[in-house]
């Protein structure tokens, strides 16, 4: 089982890092929609890895991916301000295509509803 105070970490950082990502960057490559799926952090408090979603084309994901991996310096400062740690974990951004995956399933799913629908009347 999880420690509690672990659990209660990564929600701290997820809601952190969501406000400091939306009203706080001001890098041009990160204009799309951002939303932080979940955030692990080890054990020890050293590493959290933050899976995000990215909406748009493959290109703009790459391009707001980089932007986040450029800003983990500052975003890494601003949590330490924010949170009362002994350490602030060092910030790993991970891509989480998770959501994109669920609606192109959704997608096949209804389009064999359709077809079979099509085949009963």
Do not use: C, W
Not at 6 to 21: A, D, F, G, V, W
Not at 22 to 50: A, F, G
């Amino acid at each position: 089982m999880r420690n509690t105070r672990l659990i209660r970490i990564n929600e701290e950082i997820k809601r952190e890092l969501s406000q400091l990502i939306d009203q706080e960057l001001k890098d041009p490559r990160i204009h799309t929609m951002i939303s932080i799926i979940r955030v692990e952090t080890t054990n020890d408090l050293k590493y959290s890895k933050v899976f995000v979603s990215i909406m748009g084309t493959e290109e703009e994901k790459n391009e707001a991916l980089e932007g986040l991996k450029s800003a983990k310096g500052f975003l890494r400062k601003e949590l330490a301000k924010r949170l009362n740690l002994r350490n602030t974990p060092e910030i790993l951004f991970q891509l989480d295509e998770s959501i994109e995956y669920s609606i192109h399933m959704e997608q096949l799913i209804n389009k064999i509803n359709k077809k079979s629908g099509e085949d009963v009347e």
